[in-house]
């Protein structure tokens, strides 16, 4: 099964990001994830508008951009502008969803929807349509290196029925504590995009590590 990784450049070092943006550009990773946070919806800020700038100056693969941030609505079309491929907004951040996939759309973005770890995939049914991806928090969002919350595999089982002849097209990404420990386990329960941080810029060889993470085998793995 094919699969897609997103190294976090959250986690990049940012004395040294055109190098990690190069590297990334130069492995097996399939796109940039970016996180962008303000301190509101989460407790901790990342960046905006002047690093995206620096990202897609030097990006060659498609912009993720993960906005964990309040009213959004707000800001789509700058970030759309600046670059990003996809936006992702938080179920819990947006009081009218439906109108803020669209305002995505509009703006000439694939539309996706983050959800916390205590947020039920149900919500999501009456937009399931809509949507070209889900993003499953695998940890309570605004830091990296958090421990994987196991609950994640019933979240991505429970998506898998709810796209069951709607929207079986749909990119189901999960973010947090994901390393070659658990993401075959994750394959199999039906992910097929992940975000991962850490454990590709902690390690020594990042290269190295997105391509194990790519060639990974799912074979008598069940969930």
């Not at 309040?70 to 992702?88: H, L, M, S, W």
Request: charged share 20%; with cysteine; glycine share 8%.
């Amino acid at each position: 099964m094919k699969y897609i990784i997103a190294p976090s450049i959250l986690s990049a070092d940012f004395g040294n990001l055109q190098r990690d943006l190069e590297m990334i550009n130069q492995s097996e990773a399939d796109w940039f994830h970016v996180d962008v946070m303000d301190g509101v919806f989460v407790p901790n800020i990342s960046f905006g508008f002047p690093v995206m700038a620096a990202v897609k100056k030097h990006a060659t693969k498609p912009l993720d951009v993960h906005l964990m941030i309040v009213n959004p609505d707000k800001f789509i079309p700058e970030f759309a502008k600046a670059g990003a491929d996809r936006i992702t907004v938080h179920y819990e951040a947006c009081t009218h969803l439906h109108r803020t996939i669209q305002l995505i759309k509009a703006s000439g973005c694939k539309a996706g929807v983050a959800l916390n770890p205590h947020t039920p995939m149900n919500l999501l049914q009456d937009v399931i349509e809509d949507l070209d991806l889900v993003l499953i928090m695998s940890v309570n969002p605004g830091f990296g290196g958090q421990a994987f919350i196991h609950n994640t595999y019933k979240k991505i089982q429970d998506l898998k029925r709810l796209i069951q002849g709607v929207n079986e097209e749909l990119i189901i990404e999960v973010d947090g504590g994901v390393g070659l420990s658990n993401l075959a386990s994750l394959v199999a329960a039906g992910a097929n995009a992940f975000v991962a941080g850490n454990a590709i810029f902690a390690d020594g060889n990042p290269t190295e590590m997105i391509s194990k993470m790519k060639s990974l085998t799912t074979t008598g793995i069940s969930i």
